[in-house]
């Protein structure tokens, strides 16, 4: 099977599970049920309690099911499910975890089991459980694992001081179609980055065989703990001294099954109720263009236009992460247009240059809403709608993502019973073009009444701790998966809807410092970079500056358009500047932000919009006035923008 024809069967499934029903049969295990199953072609079952537990708490074996029973079979007493999928031979693969998904999505929506499962791992088993756990840390109630793998280099490899087997180094580095330097330098072991699990406070426990040649703990459990508690997740070791230990120590009797049985049940009863990530998404018109690109054209191009949240490491990564893996023969190219700050007022103006002029782009993810607290409605929605109307314009079959992201502002809206407006103007644009969209605010805010969270522990600040990027990566996931159709359709060209407000900025584009005709005073510094020590943003740093610092300093821009702006850099001299419009009356903008002290920081200010279409010209000039804060009298300007 191709991995082409893999990912369809994939999709299909999630989305319908498509013959599950008809191919399912019973039999007993252990003297319970046992209903076997059947996903594409790997064989799947469940066992079932005689009397389940209210909410069905499970456990999930991830290999070698029929290997020391005795803690599923108390368990299973106590009113537990257990689960298995076969997929050998696979080693926790991208694959493997891509039926892993189609499982348990079966389970917990068809069959209502718990949201959250205990994994149980044998040996190599560590490397399907932690693989599918680090991807769904907020899915998982604990850990146990049995002398686990826990670093390829160890087992199979033999890289380290284990002996490794030759035969399934050779299978493991074709199922992941590695090379061998590539599957030496691999860094997504069960020992690399546990900070998810280790943010959900996942408890993990590990039975090990201190003599264990196969999988030395030394190089797989030692390492795991070391780095897991250095993360704040709680883990414990329990070596096993009594009995006979065979296979090179690598096997051995389970002491204490019950003991085992009550950690998994203690850490899963009572099943917690978990509010759905669908309840916070929109499908609207759906993914079905992007979907096409993806699997038929297979070269997909996915650009991220956001603020600080977008531009830090955390959920653009996992997203791109995911779409690889859930697209392995596609030609992904990502765009990282993430700038610190920024929100939809100057993601209007910069979009051609960050995105458009990279060429064509099949999925936009927009972000504003947490930068956007503080700008009128007005301006949002003309922002906005002129992102989605310019990115359409360009690419009729771009699928465009609206997100809104949380600030502590947005809680307190929502305490006081009201919606902040960034979140209904965002959600206004994506109704009225029918575009998907995630309310990632209302979900924080209803996840911390819940008691799934806590924004000092779990969220910590807007730029969110691991807790939230995992959050914000699973609730976008869930969009990308309910977007899919499971029988796509040719690109559909987007048919434009008349304009909210028509004075939106659907055609915004950077001009540059250059065109304007300048007075005494003004000069173009032509790499510009702080002299007393502050802090920059990227882009706005060691590039061309138009500046002047004295008061009475001039300037004229003549440009075409409807609206016209400047983007400044404000740091602790920012003066107040005065500016006319085709000559209207001046106006006065305190250039001066509230993180003067300790950052010179790129602002956008628009000057003049709604403007009549044609010739115009703004003249900007120094005033003698300055805010008593402020240390001197600087504009620095590193683009004009206009809207044409």
Avoid at 439 to 467: C, G, Q, R
Avoid at 510 to 517: F, G, K, L
């Amino acid at each position: 099977m191709s991995k082409f024809k893999h990912a369809v069967i994939l999709l299909s499934l999630l989305t319908a599970f498509i013959g599950v029903h008809a191919q399912s049969k019973t039999s007993l295990w252990k003297g319970f049920e046992r209903v076997q199953l059947k996903f594409a072609d790997k064989d799947a079952y469940y066992v079932k309690p005689t009397h389940p537990l209210p909410g069905n708490p499970w456990v999930w074996r991830t290999s070698f099911p029929d290997w020391h029973t005795e803690i599923d079979s108390i368990l299973l007493a106590k009113g537990f499910y257990i689960a298995f999928i076969n997929v050998d031979n696979q080693y926790g693969a991208p694959s493997a975890m891509s039926f892993y998904d189609v499982f348990y999505t079966y389970l917990t929506t068809q069959l209502a089991f718990a949201p959250k499962v205990a994994l149980e791992a044998v040996s190599r088993g560590g490397l399907y459980a932690y693989a599918w756990a680090k991807r769904n840390p907020d899915k998982v109630t604990c850990i146990y694992a049995e002398t686990p793998v826990c670093d390829i280099k160890s087992w199979p490899g033999g890289k380290l001081k284990g002996p490794g087997d030759a035969s399934a180094w050779n299978e493991l580095k074709q199922v992941y179609h590695f090379t061998e330097e590539q599957a030496i330098a691999y860094n997504d072991n069960p020992i690399d980055n546990l900070e998810g699990l280790a943010s959900f406070r996942v408890p993990i426990l590990h039975t090990i065989g201190l003599e264990d040649k196969l999988a030395p703990p030394a190089e797989n459990s030692d390492v795991l703990a070391k780095r897991y508690i250095a993360l704040g997740g709680p883990i414990s070791i329990h070596p096993i001294t009594q009995g006979p230990m065979e296979l090179q120590g690598h096997h051995f009797t389970v002491d204490r099954p019950a003991y085992y049985a009550q950690f998994i049940y203690n850490n899963s009863y009572p099943v917690q109720r978990i509010l759905p990530y669908t309840d916070y998404i929109k499908k609207a018109g759906g993914l079905n263009n992007f979907y096409y690109a993806a699997t038929v054209n297979k070269k997909a191009t996915v650009s991220f236009l956001g603020g600080s949240i977008t531009f830090n490491p955390g959920w653009r990564d996992k997203i791109c992460k995911y779409l690889r893996e859930t697209y392995p023969e596609t030609d992904f190219h990502f765009i990282a247009a993430g700038i610190p700050s920024l929100g939809s007022l100057p993601h209007a103006f910069r979009l051609q240059r960050d995105i458009l002029d990279s060429g064509k782009t099949d999925l936009l993810f927009v972000e504003a809403a947490v930068n956007d607290r503080g700008t009128d409605s007005t301006t949002q929605v003309r922002a906005l709608e002129g992102i989605v109307r310019h990115a359409k314009m360009n690419n009729p079959m771009m699928d465009v993502i609206m997100m809104a992201f949380v600030d502590p502002q947005k809680i307190e809206s929502y305490a006081k019973g009201k919606v902040s407006p960034e979140l209904l103007n965002h959600q206004r644009v994506a109704t009225h073009y029918n575009l998907p969209y995630v309310n990632l605010a209302l979900e924080v805010n209803d996840k911390i009444k819940n008691k799934e969270l806590t924004w000092a522990d779990d969220f910590k600040d807007i730029h969110p701790w691991y807790h939230g990027q995992e959050l914000y990566f699973e609730t976008i996931k869930a969009l990308l998966q309910a977007g899919v159709a499971a029988n796509y359709k040719q690109p559909v060209k987007a048919v434009l809807p008349k304009p909210i407000d028509k004075a939106s900025y659907n055609n915004g584009s950077y001009y540059n410092i250059t065109n304007a005709r300048l007075d005494k005073g003004w000069a173009i510094d032509a790499k510009w970079n702080p002299r007393d020590g502050l802090s920059t943003r990227p882009g706005f740093v060691d590039v061309p500056m138009l500046q002047a610092t004295e008061p009475g300093s001039e300037l004229s821009l003549p440009f075409k358009g409807t609206a016209v702006g400047v983007a400044v850099v404000a740091g602790p001299d920012a003066g107040i500047v005065s500016y006319s419009i085709d000559g209207g009356a001046y106006k006065d903008l305190d250039l001066l932000t509230e993180f003067y002290s300790w950052i010179h920081l790129g602002v956008y200010h628009m000057l003049g919009d709604n403007l009549i279409n044609g010739s115009h010209t703004l003249k900007i000039k120094i005033s003698d006035k300055k805010n008593n804060l402020s240390k001197g009298h600087a504009c620095r300007i590193v683009n004009f923008f206009v809207n044409k």
